[in-house]
């Protein structure tokens, strides 16, 4: 409890940038039809592929002789961009069907 | 007041003028009324039940002697007018433009006389307005003829034993009984087409789900929305414009009038011909002498293969309703008229002044 | 950081927002896909190459080749896979966002000096790795289910509160590691196994149909790891980016579970009572798929043929005037729409006639059987109503059934069959119809007033 | 195989078993057939029509001479009886169970009958369902001919002239003419209710938009969808649950029947004298003895302002549909027990089996 | 900040979107508001009371005092004042924000060491004040002009022009200022007074019925100084309250445009061409008010009687089935729903009859004129369909109108009354109607079918 | 141009959360009936009266001898409460006609 304390005060700001994407997301969502729910799911799943940022970074922080950090980064970046690139091209296949007609 | 019912001789006809439920009214209001024996009979009304509603029953004679107001639906006949006195005020449909000898026995008896027909076509009149009131009626009941006289039935049907294509009815003149057939013949599932000179019609006619055959009416024109005398020409084009319809149709109604003139003849012998075999036609028109060049009053003939019947009585044919709605027109038109129980004789008044045909043995309108 | 590379991400998450925005109306989804998507790879490419490190170059080439390897992998299981794999690539490629996630978690480990480091990082980067964990292993889990290669389904009683406890040994031994300021790799990969195992556990009962859900629920925890992520890094776009996910997919999950009529809470541990599968489902024909309104509108919404089968329930639910209103629709939305009328349909010879004739429909949008049969093959949706032995297929298959020998509307030839009725009862024959196993057909159950007027009122939002 | 189809010699009766383009199809498939001349006439078929089919017409006795199959819609009669020879296949309605003369004239001889009218109510055999396509026509002909014979008008009507109630209609047998009746009396705008012994036609009246009266029926029960005859007890509950509708009713149509044996009555005259004056019966039954105890066959019986029309005939009022429909079972019949234009005599086929009455001169059913 | 005040901030900015969202559906906007009340409230005594200023008692004092006043005043205006005057209060209102936010800024200017404070915090004061001026000044005149009290209205033809040079004058020289840390009140107060004209000139032009939609922009603009002025202070709730009001007001500003039919340029910049007024308003007869189908729905909604009075336009526009789902639907939210027919409405005698029991209205439904004329007393709405000359008081109060002496339905008895037809067109007997430019009267045009199907989706919805 | 980007790169978060801030208003009166657009432009009047916390600490940074800032805050503070107070209220009242029946 303390901590979270400690860390709302520290971290103010981030935390209404926490609480205000939750209602985004929440808002954005809220009311859609089944029929998108799994290519939602799906574009969804590839934003969650932005963990590769990350994995970016920890390469690039990287001494390139440390070997176990290059290699798990190497792996991270492989598996993060697979979801991206994997997610959002099967949403794409997925929304197919709705191309406009005439 | 004391106001007569008279009961109607003309031939088929089984209206009666006031219905018991009228009569009742009009004697809470103060009225007497005295009705001919048995003149609800054919309408379902008792002579007990006028008893209880307050009027005397008697004999025509009776009727005449004692009461000052006489009301009847069909024009007075030579009997009626035997009685007739000059204190008498008599009330019906005269029609008194195609009845020139009826007015004229009627102001030689120095008597005053009321047409109902002759009511003008305005909103507050509506409600006296007996021309709509049988009208109406006479659209229903002609389609319930027509169906009755097919043999077809009026509907789609996808069945088992095979489709049954739906009929076709062509309905000439959408005035209030052109208006009520459509309905009719629609809801019981017909194709409906209709066809009038007056092109307002066209929205009306499509308000009630028939498809309106527009002639092109250039040069014709309505007066008080009543249609006028159709030109030679028109009469040519409408024939090219429905002809396609009506060698189609299974059921044709023709309801086309032109106030105070012979209907319009429109559909020929000729025309006849063509039609499908055993399609009927029912010529509501007939009473003005037809629309259709074949018809007969009160006849069904047959022409290659085509049943036509002529008749205008088919408000007769549902005579309780056509009663009552008469008898409340009828009520109307007299609380109009009166006040305190007497006359107002207000002839600036445009319905009493249309309405009023002879004063006191004079001839008013022609 | 860079100023410019801030703006970039500014950028990156705002696409988020609109990409996730559009993915919710049919129309505009495609684009919000590639809007994300382009969002991304702006987000990638800054990531890359704007920053002020020197950074040798054989880790720019590592950079490279993993990103191209990657790249190449994903996009091609992406187009080659079947349309009806889909979920299950779903969850694969979520489970490889995880166990990057996870991934990060153990570096950063391994680079911080764990007892000078504040609590809150050690938090996060323990939260990384074992949300990272979790959903690394359940997506792989949820993806062996769906792909058939995973079976067995685990029927201890008490099995929801062993695994509640061991989740909650795992979170207890990471808050201890962090209140500890302990730097233990042992620890630390006891936490990543808890986080392995406890993602096993949690998908392994639940049950194939309910796998989507679990998906969703798994991406949206993806989703967190990803802003954990980014709150040790300082990192806006994956900050944001992860929570969108992570409260959208909440969101999503939800809807989901609305859409097949459970709660959240039956799906995750109600397991073990709802083995026996929805209601109803004959044993020898197979199972029954059902779909909502809004499935259907945006099918028909979307086709050029539809033909309406129009059966007794119609005239129960006195539902022909809505129907109508539904053809008129489609008909304004440039569907080419036509009724198919059975002889039999109904209960009386031309009940259809009579009924559709009341809401005016025209009578040339009426097609008799023989005349209609030849279309369904070109058909792309068929929308029966009501009926039920008048597109019973064992009509012709079944001569024993005692309708065999009867002519019937061949709605099997279109491309998609949706059949409303209340329930799986039977109709006037009493007799099952195969029908609605069929893997074309999807049951749209409920009133035929009611699921019609919804149809429409769906259609009129699009 | 040659086909022979007789002019309807019943009374009123305006049908035809064949029409012109059932008679094309037949002939396409390669039958040969053979017409009585003027068969068609009173279904608007003309001779002409038969012939251009390709058809032969010929007198009685040549069609009879022509051919092995003779097809009519009623039973046939003495003067046909007379003319058929042991080679004949007869088809045509023959209500072996209330024939049993008939039945056996036709198996001495010793010639062959199909019965029509014992068509297996199975849904294959729907196609071929005499019964039902022409129940369905007079179910809606008698809303039409009630309509006809009364003095009100159907719908409500709220007009300037007051407001017309609509017509209560009741409807006794919920079957195939019952509900082609609620629907026509429905769609006129009739304010309708209905009754049948079987409850599972309430939800079927309801579907087009009745009222249904229920009546507590436990104790009875319905065989293969058709009623069983009704106990006493029943009969008193149906009573007292409807005679409030009864009395109230404008017009009542009733179709009950139970298979086999004479029609119900539902309606005594007792409850007919409490009816409303001027309220119209039909009795569809009336040829089954009538569901009405006043009724009789084609005729109109006035009993106390109440009209009681007794037909059965109803069909032929629209005999251009009903010979359509009769003669598309017919074609499904013949092309259901033919192969190669030659019968299959499959008589473990359930259709076979149930209207094979007579065989090679042994009756089959009783 | 204290980590307290940091939570109640927090919570506050949350009620606030709560709040807001509930504000959107009339079931919830009650208690939204109030709880945005409370979050404010929570947020404006956390202000006073948590901190670790030294306070001398007299401020608390004065701050006390203020706050009653200021509480007492509102609440006694906000409860006096009539119904009708509801926007102009608004008005009124916002300006009074619009000045406080200037107020502070004059302030935090007198405070600030303009030229040793950072450009971004003096372009922030500037901000404050010169949007609270306009603010201020606009809603003062936009409140003079609702109030009747303010009535001249510019028309020079290059207004607009003059306006915007107007305005470019007063940001270039705020510019100026912050550019040149240039700490001189006097062009602060040229700034304000600025500020101020333009809010009034801003105004001045704009015709009265679009006062609305310029209330909401400035409100809009209020938000945003609120935010600015939370920059300042690096208080979040302000921020983001501000940024929530601005965002929602400028959305609420277009929508109520849409709503209007009109664009929002054209609202403030065509202040010059659209004098003219609607179209089709009768000079002698005063002017129509128009409305939409979802104000209708939530009316009819929460109203206990409706009465629907059908003309020929229903027919016409066969909408028959469309208003027996109305109905259906008023009925099954518990509304009493009865039709209205007068004797003579349509074309032919019982023309409503045969359209509505098509539709199969229940015949109970459908009550006569004379039995249904006493009932409109009691009627919270009337709905008139397509019908015209049976609801004109001409027919009771022109003996010169060729309908005099004509029964009508009384339906100027209910509490509102809404018609729908296409436009001002007259009906069968030629003739204008009163009845819609009554005050209780407003107009929902278009065709019946359209009208009825958007009240009935909108009912739907709620 | 430069101020602002200097802006955006010192003030990061706010940035994010203004620009947060701004969806989440705009998500949440998106599609509103008309009927409740006054109501709600009265509500978001109402809570435009934030401002007042402005007012506040002005006050209570105030020199209690710097009458011109305390004058100053004080009338800010109550025109700031009666947008507040005066808001809320006249917002609930216009909400009256949304009571439930029943
Ligand atoms: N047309 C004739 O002349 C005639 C006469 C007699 C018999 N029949 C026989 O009747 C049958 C007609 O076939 P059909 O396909 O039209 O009807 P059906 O086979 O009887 O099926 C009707 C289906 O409608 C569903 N249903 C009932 N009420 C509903 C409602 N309110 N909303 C949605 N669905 C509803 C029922 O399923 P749920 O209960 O699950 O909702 C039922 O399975 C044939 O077997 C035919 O032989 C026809
Ligand atoms: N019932 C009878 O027997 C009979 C017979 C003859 C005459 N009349 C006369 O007809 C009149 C009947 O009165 P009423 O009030 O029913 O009709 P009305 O006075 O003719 O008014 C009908 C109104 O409906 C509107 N309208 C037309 N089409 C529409 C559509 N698609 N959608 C929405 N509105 C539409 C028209 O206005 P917009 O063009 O602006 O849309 C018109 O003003 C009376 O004057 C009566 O005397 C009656
Ligand atoms: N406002 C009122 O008070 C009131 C009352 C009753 C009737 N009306 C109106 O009066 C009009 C006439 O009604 P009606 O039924 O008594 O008319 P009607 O009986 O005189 O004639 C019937 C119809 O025949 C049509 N007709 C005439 N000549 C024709 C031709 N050559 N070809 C085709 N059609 C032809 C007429 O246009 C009319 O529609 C109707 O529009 C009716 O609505 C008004
Ligand atoms: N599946 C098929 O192939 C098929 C084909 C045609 C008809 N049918 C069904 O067969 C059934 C009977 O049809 P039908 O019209 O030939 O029947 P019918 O003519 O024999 O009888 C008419 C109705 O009268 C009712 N009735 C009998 N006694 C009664 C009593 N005492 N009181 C009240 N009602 C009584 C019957 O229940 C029946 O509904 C119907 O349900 C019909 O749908 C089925």
Known sequence: MENLIEFISSNLQIVYIIILATFVGVELIKSIPAVLHTPLMSGANALSGVVIVGAILVMLHSDPTDYLAL????????????????????????LEMFKKKK | MKIGVLKESQNGEKRVALSPFITKKLVEKGFEIFVEKSAGENSLYRDSDYKEAGASLSTKEDVF??????????PFDDEDLKLVQSHHILMSQLYHKSNPELIKAISEKGATAFSLDAMPRISRAQDMDVLSSQNNLAGYKAVILGAYEMTKIFPLMMTAAGTITPSRVLIY??????????????????????????????????SLGAKFISVDNTG??????????????????????????????????????????????????????????????????????????????????????????????????????????????????????????????????????????????????? | MSVTLSIIYLIATVTFVFGLKRLGHPDTAKSGNLIAAAGMGIAIIGTIFIHDLEVPTIIYVLIGIAILVGTIIGWLIAIKVEMTKMPELVSLFNGFGGASAALIGIVEFGNADISATSASVVATILAAIIIGAITFSGSLMAFGKLNGSVKSVIKIPQYNIVNNLFIVGVVVLAVYMVAGGIDSSLLLYALLAGGLVYGILFVMPIGGADMPVVISLL?????????????????????????????????????????????????????????????????????????????????????????????????????????????????????????????????????????LAESNVEYDMLVEMEDINPQFNNTDVVLVVGANDVVNPAAHNDPSSPIYGMPILDVENSKHIVVNKRSMNVGYAGIDNELFYNAKTAMLFGDAKKVLTDLVSELKNM
């Open chain 2, 65 to 74: 002697k004692s009461a000052q107001v006489l009301i009847k639906i069909n």
């Open chain 2, 220 to 366: 014709e024109a309505s007066e008080g929305g009543y249609a006028k005398e159709a030109s030679e020409d028109y009469q040519k084009r409408q024939k090219e414009a429905v002809n396609e319809s009506l060698f189609k149709a299974d059921l044709v109604i023709t309801t086309a009038n032109v106030p105070g003139r012979k209907a319009p003849v429109l559909i020929t012998e000729e025309q006849v011909k063509q039609m499908k075999n055993g399609a009927v036609i029912i010529d509501l028109a007939a009473a003005q002498g037809g629309n259709c060049e074949v018809s007969k009053l009160n006849e069904k003939v047959i022409v290659s293969g085509v049943k036509v019947i002529g008749t205008s009585v088919a408000p007769e044919s549902v005579s309780t309703n056509a009663s009552e709605l008469y008898a409340k027109n009828i009520y109307n038109f007299i609380v109009h008229l009166t006040e305190n129980l007497k006359f107002k004789w207000d002839l600036e008044e445009e319905i009493t002044n249309e309405t009023l045909i002879v004063q006191d043995g004079v001839q008013r309108k022609k």
């Open chain 2, 173 to 206: 003149g959408v005035g209030v009984a052109g208006l009520q057939a459509i309905a009719t013949a629609k809801r019981l599932g017909a194709v409906v087409e209709a066809t009038d000179i007056r092109s307002e019609t066209k929205e009306q006619a499509e």
């Open chain 3, 219 to 355: 991406n949206s925890l993806t989703g967190i790891a990803a802003a954990i992520t980014g709150v040790l890094y300082d990192n806006m776009v994956m900050l944001v980016g992860g929570i969108l996910v992570g409260s959208a997919g909440i969101i999503l999950t939800v809807a989901m579970c609305v859409a097949m009529n459970r709660t959240l809470a039956s799906v995750i541990f109600g397991s073990f009572t709802a083995t026996a599968g929805p209601e109803g489902v004959n044993k020898t024909m197979g199972s029954i798929k059902s779909t909502t309104a809004s499935d259907t509108a945006i099918m028909m919404n979307y086709a050029t043929n539809v033909i309406i089968v129009p059966g007794y329930g119609l005239a129960v639910a006195q539902a022909q005037h809505v129907i109508h209103e539904l053809e008129e629709l489609l008909t304004k939305k440039g569907v080419n729409v036509k009724y198919a009328i059975h002889p039999v349909a109904g209960r009386m010879p031309g009940h259809m006639n009579v009924l």
């Open chain 1, 71 to 94: 290699s798990l980064g190497f792996v991270a970046v492989v598996l993060g961009i697979l979801n991206v690139v994997g997610g959002f091209a099967v949403t794409n296949r997925m």
